[in-house]
């Protein structure tokens, strides 16, 4: 065992090393590929025939979507997905892409200060907000102050666009997060970590861990954050299995959603099959050790209402899951619901069946796509080891849907997509993502402004909008109004300010939103 983990440790420390060593003979790359061929062999990672010669392999990038006016535009106007990343091995490996990015610590935050808001939900949970708000290196704080072509979305003013990044289901802060957090600062974006309860430090308040496309906390951390900056536009970024609770969001909310636009970077779309699909024996270990070492830091809070030692015996993810929300035990499901439900609103999570099938029926990514009506970027790589394109891609959903695009690139790995450029190396998805933003802001400012030149106002230029671009409008919402009592809210604000919580009211009207269809 000892000799595994020194095996381990001599792997990170090669993978570091040729991703820092920018010119190398060809007879020594030739050389280090053989012995990392091994080495995958070893450790039973899979890997591609191309890995075998060292012969620079060309990327490729398709963008798969139904033909409507935004999708042209974006095709049109996105410069960085016509030109899908370049890099040459060992950046292309997507195993070392993996260990670089996702599982290599992430020193000090990436270069990024951050602050931290404990937002108080309505049944007493807390979900933390991290805003970074800087960079420790001064030089590289403002890297672009006036984005070309005049583009308002991401410029730096007082109003700029808030970008809601979601980690992974597992809550680890990656690299590739964090300069994602690094390169929204630089171009003019606010960017906002939403880390879930439990997660990232935050504390767990209440018995109740978040399942794996449960979309209610985020709900209302997006209602807040609507409430406080109502004059900014609102997006969303997910990494990887975090995804599962971005699209879950973008269902259930539908037109009503307060984003502007959302794209999701190596998503899983099949939650059911992701789980029952083994992993690369290294990633799933060390995933299910993270997994562990996080539900045994609340053991004993939890020990209400799950087995905790049973759980932390498992040896697969699929089983950890089960256990932790499909069993009868679980109070949110040992009771039945026999009341009728407004078909208008959400269902209530104790409706949940205690069984397997059951818990994806109310928990898979896509169970709601159909109601999804803002634009979505997906980015996808086919070498992605953690989640295999070609058969998790749900093709008929980009060809149909006038909201979801897929831009599949050939290499990238998962969440990786290193791309070579002079001075240095960059993440490929990141321009892509943000320059999307700024493409999707450009198309709706000329649309509104060309609904306006034709006499069109109010509902019937929204509708004459959607009937030409297969999209819809973002509305401008006023700010919504907060009924204050001096007396029931006063303690509690001031207990908040001690304690570093902002409160989201108890009252149901204080946010209001309306589930709206949109089929």
């Known amino acids: 065992m000892c000799g595994f983990f020194l095996l381990v440790l001599l792997l990170i420390a090669l993978t570091v090393f040729l991703l820092s060593w920018g010119k190398s003979h060809y007879f020594v790359v030739k050389g280090m ?18 890995m075998n010669t060292l012969i620079d392999k060309r990327s490729e990038v398709k963008i798969i979507c139904k033909p409507t006016a935004l999708a042209n535009y974006i095709k049109q106007h996105c410069e960085a997905l016509a030109h899908p990343p370049q890099a040459r091995w060992p950046r292309t490996d997507p195993h070392l892409q993996i260990l670089s990015n996702l599982i290599w610590p992430t020193g000090d935050d990436g270069g990024v200060i951050f602050t931290r808001d404990n937002l108080l939900l309505e049944d007493g949970g807390i979900v933390a907000l991290d805003w ?16 070309p072509g005049g583009r308002a979305l991401g ?7 808030i970008v809601i990044l979601i980690p992974n289901a597992l809550g680890k802060i990656t690299r590739h997060l964090l300069s994602l957090c690094r390169l929204a600062l630089q171009q003019g974006f606010y960017p906002v970590i939403f880390h879930r309860r439990g997660h990232g430090g935050c504390p767990l308040t209440t018995p109740r861990y978040q399942q794996f496309g449960d979309p209610t906390d985020l709900v209302q951390a997006v209602a807040y954050l609507q409430y406080r900056h109502p004059s ?12 599962g609770l971005l699209l879950s969001y973008l269902g259930e909310c539908g037109s009503s959603s307060y984003l502007v636009a959302a794209s999701c970077i190596s998503p899983v779309f099949h939650g059911q099959v992701w789980f029952e699909t083994p992993l690369p024996w290294l990633y799933h270990e060390a995933a299910l050790l993270y997994r562990k070492l996080q539900l045994s830091r609340y053991a004993t809070a939890l020990n209400s209402i799950m087995e905790v030692e ?11 899951e089960e256990l932790m929300f499909c069993k009868a035990n679980m109070h949110d499901n040992d009771k039945t619901d026999t009341t009728d439900h407004d078909p208008l609103q959400p269902r209530s999570r104790s409706c949940v069946k205690p069984d397997w099938a059951g818990y994806w029926d109310h928990n898979e990514p896509l169970r709601d796509a159909d109601e999804v009506a803002v634009p979505v970027l997906c980015v996808c790589s086919s070498d992605d080891p953690l989640v295999p394109a070609s058969s998790t891609l749900p093709m008929s959903l980009f060809q149909n849907s006038p909201y979801f695009l897929l831009a599949l690139t050939s290499s990238g790995s998962h969440c990786g997509f290193i791309q070579e450029k002079p001075g240095g190396t960059g993440c490929w998805s990141h321009e892509a ?20 030149m034709e006499g069109s106002v109010g509902h019937y230029a929204v509708q004459g909008l959607k009937a030409r ?5 973002p509305r401008k919402r006023r700010a919504v109004v907060i009924r204050r009592e ?34």
């Open 433 to 452: 993502v943000l320059e999307y933003f700024q493409v999707v802001g450009d198309f709706f400012k000329a649309e509104e402004k060309k609904c306006f």
């Open 155 to 161: 410029c730096h003013s007082i109003n700029s666009p």
């Open 486 to 519: 001096r007396s029931v809210l006063g303690p509690q604000r001031q207990l908040s300010a001690h304690s570093g919580l902002v409160p989201f009211e108890e009252e149901q009207n204080t946010f209001t939103w309306n589930r709206s269809y949109t089929r």
């Open 33 to 50: 590929s053989r012995v990392w061929i091994m080495t995958c062999w070893t450790l039973k990672l899979p890997h591609s025939a191309y």
């Open 232 to 243: 900014s536009a609102l997006l969303a970024i997910s990494e990887g299995s975090g995804s």
């Open 310 to 320: 049973k759980i932390l015996r498992c040896r697969s993810l699929k089983d950890m």
């Open 132 to 147: 970074a708000v800087g960079l420790k290196d001064l030089k590289a704080q403002t890297k672009k102050e006036h984005p």
């Open 469 to 473: 671009t297969g999209t819809a409008v």
